[in-house]
């Protein structure tokens, strides 16, 4: 049975939207090639080409009667590494793979693009924020704990955690690029750290900012982008580690210029 053509255009963009969410939530850019790669084998394309890095996806997938479908999307967002995200979208698509669910959509009537299109839409909403506030109090106490502060710098560092996530979902939206928005970020955070320190004196300000650090720092970026250049995707790997190691260089001029300033 010949391709109906929309229905293929359709398909690969839920499949490309699958590919973008899966970028987002922190997948290595080698799964994102073999899960799109495999979604579009499962869904009776002839050839299927994928390509990707870190800022775009190119895919063309060829089907039955010379249906020949080729789209490309740009990825303007760095990922958030949300991994509930991304191990609920890796079984979605092996139940795509396994049940003939893409197979259907192919052709006039069939529902399988909708049903996975409604599946998507679930996990494009945003992050649960109470799960993120919490978690940072958790991380920034126990960090600045282990860079041996006291109890009273782990709760200090709890205490600035939320203002860091204040500050990133509320304005880095409208930051030009993260080299911007972190710098300013870490700045801000660090004045407050550091003023607040010197009139109460009840923590130790270099505790605190190592412990809500921690929020801030790219250690999965940089170590995925290792895996990037050791998996032989060089591209990704070192746009990922160039930008990794610009964004610490942010944060750390962004930090020093508050102790600077204050201190």
């Known amino acids: 049975m010949q391709a109906d053509r929309e229905a293929a255009e359709h398909l690969v963009q839920n499949i490309l939207d699958m590919g973008e969410m899966l970028l ?22 002839e050839k299927v080409n994928i390509f990707v890095i870190t800022a775009s996806i190119m895919a063309t997938m060829e089907f039955s009667g010379g249906v020949r479908v080729t789209q490309i999307r740009r990825i303007s967002r760095s990922p958030k590494y949300d991994f509930r995200r991304l191990e609920a979208l890796n079984r979605l698509s092996r139940e795509c793979c396994t049940g003939g669910l893409l197979r259907k959509s192919l052709h006039k009537g069939g529902a399988g693009g909708t049903v996975l299109e409604k ?30 502060g006291n109890l009273s710098d782990g709760l200090a560092a709890a205490a ?8 990133q979902n509320r304005f880095e939206p409208f930051c030009p690029n993260k080299v911007t ?11 407050l750290i550091c003023v607040f320190s ?24 940089l170590m995925n982008s290792v895996r990037d250049v050791l998996a032989g995707n ?10 990794s190691l610009i964004w610490t260089g942010a944060l750390v001029v962004g930090f020093m210029g508050a102790i600077w300033v204050v201190i």
């Open 24 to 45: 987002s939530s922190g997948a290595e850019v080698k799964r994102v090639e073999d899960t799109l790669s495999r979604m579009g084998a499962a869904c009776g394309a």
């Open 119 to 148: 599946k998507l839409r679930v996990w494009k909403q945003g992050e649960n924020i109470r799960e993120r506030y919490l978690g940072s109090l958790l991380v920034t106490g126990s960090f600045a704990v282990y860079f041996g």
């Open 160 to 167: 600035f955690a939320p203002l860091i996530c204040f500050l």
């Open 181 to 191: 928005f972190y710098s300013i970020c870490s700045f801000v955070a660090g004045i």
């Open 198 to 221: 010197r009139w109460t004196g009840m923590f130790r300000y270099d505790r605190v900012i190592m412990g809500d650090m921690m929020l801030l720092l790219p250690g999965l970026a």
């Open 234 to 243: 060089t591209i990704s790997g070192i746009m990922r580690l160039t930008e």
